[in-house]
């Protein structure tokens, strides 16, 4: 499909393969030296897009590694109701972020025919940064893959990784787990917290 090629073009335009290092996408998603992450991200932004076609509901991408060292950078996805990214699609996601440039078109047809998905479906991803500083150009390249794919995109900016989370969660369910704004996250611990001290007898 025309769609592929061009996606499979622009990685290599913009965001090619510059690593031989095989990068896995374990529990904690991908995390290695930011300055091997420029062409994964962007493909993750390719997985995220299928991935939401796939739902027909909001995927999240978080940009942050945690508690790793300054130099690391990382990525995970979260699946509609804020959970971990299902197994079959960690394998995809795997997969596509180590193929070499010219191979991209061929894996984003193979994994739309094996998930039965149907392209003019909408897409949309929500993505969120840490403060690292190599963040912020990480997402970027996870714009262009959402973008490559005709999906649309909405970055929240810095936010910590629950709180994509509960947004994504949120907004996939009507807002009946909360508000999916950063402010909801904190009405909904907050009035949590202030459950939790009355059942226990907290002034």
């Not at 904690?28 to 390719?46: D, H, P, Q, W």
């Not at 894996?107 to 403060?131: G, S």
């Not at 996939?172 to 999916?180: A, D, F, I, L, V």
Request: hydrophobic residues 40%; charged residues 25%; negative net charge.
């Amino acid at each position: 499909m025309e769609i592929f090629e061009r996606a499979q073009q622009i990685g290599i335009t913009k965001h090619p393969l510059k690593t031989k290092k095989f990068i896995p996408y374990g529990v904690s998603g991908f995390r290695t030296t930011a300055s091997e992450l420029e062409c994964l991200m962007y493909r993750i932004g390719l997985v995220a897009a299928l991935r939401s076609k796939a739902t027909k509901q909001v995927i999240g991408v978080m940009i942050t590694a945690s508690h790793n060292p300054e130099e690391d950078n990382g990525t995970k996805l979260i699946d509609p109701l804020g959970q971990m990214l299902l197994n079959s699609w960690e394998a995809h996601a795997t997969e596509l972020a180590n193929i070499k440039d010219e191979e991209v078109q061929a894996n984003l047809m193979k994994l739309v025919a094996n998930e039965d998905i149907d392209m003019n479906a909408p897409a949309h991803v929500f993505i969120a940064r840490d403060t690292r500083p190599s963040s912020e150009s990480l997402a970027q390249s996870v714009r262009d893959g959402v973008e490559a794919l005709q999906a649309k995109i909405t970055d929240f900016g810095l936010l910590t990784t629950p709180m994509l989370h509960f947004i994504v969660r949120s907004h996939n369910t009507n807002g009946q787990y909360g508000e999916p704004t950063e402010q909801g996250y904190y009405e909904k611990f907050s009035k949590a917290f202030k459950l939790l001290k009355a059942e226990v007898g907290i002034l």
